[in-house]
DNA sequence: GCATTAATTGGCTAATTGGCCAAATAAGCA
DNA sequence: TGCTTATTTGGCCAATTAGCCAATTAATGC
């Protein structure tokens, strides 16, 4: 098993791609401190609110977020509580000179 | 500090858009076990040389991976051991049914 | 039911990315 | 020098993605 079989991998790929856009993980980092409604992360990114929408969908398909609907308003919140472990990781993957400099969280 | 400075972020982004595509992430994940030359990934991906060459040149500008000639060949390896908990980290995100089901390495 | 607010979806175009071919560069050897 | 092999680069076209607008769906209150 040199590498991973296709659906783990295409899993892997669903997740990365999701995350491999600036405003998405823009909006991923925001929800590291809760959930928030498409109102309010539509504010901070500053994009048409339909825009911000498909993005979170995407992410959503991707198993990265979940959204809840109360009321009018839909909430997202993260998947999984390990994102910012996994922000960790992803600085780690490459030693950059001048990234994560007093970075104490630890992936590897 | 709510969301990562600009830099950091565009940093991100690159490392995660390199490997967000399936050939690319083939190709990272085969060099987990060590370095190899472009021709052998090559045969092992099956696409083009030049588009492999391209893949490899995108991974290598996002800091995943550095390379290395040595007589007509050129070595590429990971540019960090750390890609197996990194890609722990990917499998954990999401908390998806199937996958990941014996994994034992931890990342968060 | 009708009006209002929140969010999603469809449609369209612009921009980006992917992948092949051909040409160019680089290194070793006769 | 010229020949051969390994890799990269440039050019081109197809496919995907991004983002805006308009229209639709959903929930609440009158």
Redesign the pocket.
């Known amino acids: 098993m040199p590498v991973a079989p296709p659906p783990l991998a295409a899993k892997r790929v669903a997740v990365l ?1 999701a995350l491999a ?1 600036p ?1 998405r993980l823009l909006l991923t980092e925001a929800l590291m401190q809760g959930e928030l ?3 309010d992360l ?1 504010a901070l990114v500053g ?5 911000v ?6 992410l959503k398909s991707a198993g990265v977020l979940v ?1 809840e ?1 109360r ?4 909430y997202y919140r993260l998947a999984c509580d390990c994102f910012s472990s996994f922000l960790a990781c992803v600085d780690q993957v490459c030693p950059s000179p001048q990234s994560a400099p007093t970075q104490t969280s630890a992936c590897c």
């Open positions: 791609k856009h405003t409604c498409v109102c539509r994009d048409d609110l339909s825009t929408s498909k993005h979170l969908s995407l959204a609907k009321g009018l308003n839909v």
